[in-house]
């Protein structure tokens, strides 16, 4: 049950922007919302958008600006299920795993996909920080079963062996970036 | 009005057929147990918020349906059923799923014998598991000094939640996760000795099961008793004594202190003596100190200091409020700095070591006695706390029952009290103890009575104003250290009316500390309260001062009360501290280890005094002058200096009252310097 003891320095995967910015960013949003403990979900969501996920050290910080018990901030940041408290890759991988992508073998998908990036039950993100796999409970395309979503981007019918195709055409679009 | 008579109509509502009255209960819930109807509940404690979560108090409301009985409100007229089949059926499913997901340890379990889940199972008649057990054991955390937290006995029902941030005004503790995930945690998982927590134990004292228990000390004192080169002496808080009967099946308030000691010295003690020797002489240190500052025009309130979980607070919170902080050592360290003066003198020690074991009814009292400035050439001055159902449970480990025993007397010197350090136990008694003192210093002369009923009772914040000739002295007492607040914010805005303040973080003082026997007796607090103050009245002498062996001790030790000797025996300091730990927001581009290291701390202190506008100018000036390379910038949570923000320091140098300008001037020095040497091996 413990949270992971990644390192979770800031700057990481924030693209052109300097990490000073991204700090500014976050008591911009806390002045957006006048400090507002009530705005405690809104303030996290932009928080997210802005890290792509929620450092522990941002949430100790939104707390302390807040004036809330930083358990109660952790609470919350780890009951729904949208905030990420991990770092997540630049591609995040979706595969559905409800009921109709299930009986379409998802499970054979998810498989391959995370053999290919040496991922796992427990481990989502590649080292490198470039891949996310995540399982999720139905995404609303039953008759496109079974379904991957990469960085929103809906992928109908995947096999196996497409799911791994689509991984390889990034990591080759990786390389020549 | 029909024939002249006007009948007040008492308002009733019925209960399984039975007619009740409506007199002001919060909900149904309080209706039948008041009728003597015990609705099972997990979720629900009188004093805090209804949650409404557990599903066991379940009712059939009629024309409404099954609902939980603690959130519906009481109406005249309405009409519930508290024992159906459906109702039997739900509360025994609630049951055996959250045993399907307990840990069943119960042999092993401290709270066995007073584990409202095991005593439910059994009154719902459960047998066997007919859900397959989904248990995935959970790491247990034993790091804080007063606590341990085993997640696997916790049924989730939220009053240890509640509690902490409710009545502490803490929240060090609090639901994480989802679904089968969904834990009480402190903040980021970390352990309970890495968090805000006061050690104040209240969670143990609402928590329902064994998931939040005092840390026992009990084999280290069996080592100690037996251990042939030590001298073993104990020390029991005026609390004790009207505790430890119910351990033993007596009813609440029972006074059993000749049994205690009796007990103490059954199980090798060599002396026991009273902490409320060393609770008069707080009387008299804490007493001078307060009509110094009265008549000197010193800082005002003085605040009480020997609740070591108000303590921590005020360290943790209220850093403005320090030095309104009583410098009084607590009762229970000016036994261990006393006893280690005085006994030697008393007890032939043969080169023996002297043992100080303290019997507490609280969890904070474990940390206290733990904490460095406590400790001297590493010997502390109280080896170890156990509690009052501690000791209960070492005198059954041997086969003794209290009722079977002998009463016996404390042994002298440091045996000998007076009421008012008995009273210490109770909320409101601190003050009580001090007036009896500051009246007749005031006065000239004894006061014709010395019970000041004005400040007892059982609000959470009360005040009193005791006229002494033509002084007026304005006290206020706190229970629940939520409800200190108020007053800190007075004292902020300038208009604190009070000159001494009582804070006891227990509801109802040390008497309901967490380190009590168990109880779900809602009546316990008044009846242990009463008990002390009966305590009080069967003794000699009501006032500290009267106390001749205390007198003696000063004459022979420390010279008057409030002398420079007392003050370096029988005083402490107190720091201010981070609340949490080991979390620094790294706000420059990833460390080499050679570049120049500035935190700026955005604790809540600081941040008053400006601290972010600080980080974002220097965030800036790093950024214009092409130092991201060079510099390495960190916001940090308190560096434990928070009067003097904005606290910054370069490469662990700290600068207080820190401005831009300071800093850059720091860093351009860092920078000129020659790395740091590394030590050559
Ligand atoms: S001991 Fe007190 S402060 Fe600590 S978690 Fe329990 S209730 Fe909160
Ligand atoms: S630790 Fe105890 S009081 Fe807290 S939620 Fe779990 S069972 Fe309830
Ligand atoms: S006591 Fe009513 S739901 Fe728990
Ligand atoms: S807030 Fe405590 S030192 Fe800054």
């Known amino acids: 049950m413990r949270v992971e003891e990644k390192q979770t320095t800031v700057d990481r995967e924030t693209g052109s922007q300097t990490i000073g910015r991204s700090f500014e960013k976050v008591c911009e949003i806390l002045d957006h919302h006048q400090r507002n403990p009530a705005m405690l979900i809104p303030i996290l969501q932009a928080v997210q958008a802005e890290y792509r996920y929620l450092p522990k050290e941002a949430l100790a910080y939104v707390a302390t600006s807040l004036g809330l018990p930083p358990a109660r901030v952790f609470g919350v940041a780890t009951f729904y299920a949208h905030f990420a408290l991990s770092p997540k890759g630049k591609y995040v991988i979706h595969v559905c795993d409800g009921t109709a992508c299930h009986v379409k073998n998802s499970q054979g998908l998810v498989d391959a996909i995370r053999k290919r990036l040496g991922l796992s039950e427990d481990k ?54 | 009005m029909k024939n002249g008579i006007e009948q007040p109509i008492a308002e009733t509502m019925f209960v399984d057929g039975r007619e009740l009255p409506i007199e002001g209960e919060r909900n149904v819930l309080e209706i039948a147990r008041k009728a003597g109807i015990d609705i099972p509940t997990f979720c629900y404690h009188s004093e805090l918020s209804v949650y409404g979560a557990c599903r066991l108090c379940l009712v059939e409301v ?138 104040c134990g209240l969670c143990a004292t609402v928590c329902p099961t064994g998931a939040l228990t005092p840390k026992p000390e009990i084999d280290s004192v069996w080592k100690d008793l037996d251990d042939p080169d030590t001298v073993v002496v104990a020390q029991m808080a005026p609390a004790v004594r009207v505790g ?87 009762p229970q360290q000016m036994f261990g700095t006393v006893a280690r003066r005085v006994l030697p003198n008393h007890i032939p020690l043969d080169g023996k070591r002297l043992v100080v074991v303290a019997v507490m009814p609280c969890t904070a009292k474990k940390y206290e006695a733990k904490q460095e400035k406590f400790i001297t050439d590493g010997q502390p001055d109280v080896d170890h706390v156990i509690t009052t159902a501690e000791l209960g449970l070492m005198l059954r480990q041997v086969g003794l029952k209290l009722d079977g025993l002998e009463p016996q ?40 009575d010395v019970t000041f009923h004005e400040v007892r009772g059982e609000a959470g914040l009360r005040e009193a104003a005791i006229q002494v000739d033509d002084v007026e002295l304005r006290v206020a007492i706190v229970q629940g250290l939520a409800n200190v607040r108020a007053i800190a914010d007075q004292i902020r805005d300038g208009n604190c009316p009070y000159h001494l303040v009582e804070v006891m973080s227990c509801p109802g003082g040390c008497v309901c500390g967490a380190g009590q026997p168990h109880t779900f007796n809602p009546a316990a607090r008044r009846l242990r309260t009463r008990a002390i103050y009966n305590s009080d009245k069967t003794l000699e002498f009501h006032k500290a001062q009267d106390n001749p062996e205390l007198q003696r001790c000063y004459a022979e030790h420390f010279g008057e009360a409030g002398s420079h000797a007392a003050h370096q025996a029988l005083h402490t300091a107190y720091r201010q501290r ?92 860092a920078l000129a310097s020659p790395p740091a040497a590394v030590p050559q091996l």
């Open chain 2, 409 to 448: 007397s404390f042994d002298m010197p440091l045996g000998f009290k007076s009421g008012a350090g008995v009273i210490f136990g109770v909320s409101g008694g601190v003050t009580e103890a001090v007036l009896r003192y500051a009246v007749e210093k005031v006065h000239g002369a004894p006061p014709a």
């Open chain 1, 124 to 177: 989502h993100t590649t080292d490198d920080m470039l891949f996310t796999v995540e399982t999720v409970s139905c995404v609303g395309a039953c008759g496109l079963a079974p379904v991957a979503v990469i960085n929103e981007a809906v992928h109908r019918q995947v096999s196996p062996q497409a799911g791994v195709a689509a991984i390889e055409k990034i990591l080759e679009s990786e390389e020549q970036a």
């Open chain 2, 62 to 199: 009629e024309g409404r349906g099954v609902q939980a009985s603690c959130s519906v409100a009481p109406e005249p007229g309405l009409r519930v059923k508290t024992n159906t089949r459906q109702v039997r059926d739900i509360r025994k499913i609630s049951i055996e799923l959250l045993l399907a997901n307990h840990d069943m340890n119960c042999p092993t379990c401290v709270r066995s014998a007073s584990c409202r889940l095991r005593e439910l199972s059994e009154r719902m008649g459960i047998e066997k598991l007919r859900y397959k057990a989904v248990h995935t054991p959970r790491e247990i955390d034993r790091s804080a000094a007063a606590l341990v937290r085993d997640p696997n006995k916790c049924v989730l029902c939220g009053d240890c939640v509640r509690a902490c941030h409710e009545i502490q005004g803490v929240g060090a503790i609090d639901f994480a996760f989802r679904g089968a995930a969904s834990a009480v945690v402190p903040a980021f998982c970390h352990n309970l000795d890495a968090v805000e927590c006061v050690n």
């Open chain 2, 244 to 330: 430890l009967g119910e351990y033993f099946g007596m009813p609440a308030g029972t006074i059993t202190t000749g049994e205690a000691v009796a007990a103490l010295k059954a199980i090798g003690f060599d002396k026991v003596y009273d902490t409320a020797f060393t609770a008069d002489m707080t009387v008299l240190e804490e007493g001078e100190e307060f009509l110094a500052r009265f008549a000197g025009g010193g800082r005002l309130p003085l605040f009480t200091s020997c609740c070591p979980a108000w303590v921590k607070y005020a360290e943790q919170y209220h850093h403005e409020l320090l030095p309104h902080l009583s410098s009084c050592k607590s």
């Open chain 2, 578 to 669: 981070r609340r949490l730990h080991e979390i620094d927001l790294s706000v420059g581009s990833n460390g080499t280890a050679d570049r120049v290291r500035v935190r700026v701390c955005v604790g809540t202190g600081c941040f008053l005094n400006g601290s972010q506008e600080l980080l974002r100018q220097l965030i800036g000036h790093v950024e214009r002058n092409g130092l991201e390379q060079r510099v390495a910038v960190s916001a940090t949570f308190c560096m434990e200096n928070c009067g003097h923000g904005a606290n910054v320091s370069v490469n662990d140098t700290p600068i207080e009252r820190c401005s831009l300008e300071d800093v850059c001037a720091a860093i351009e020095t």
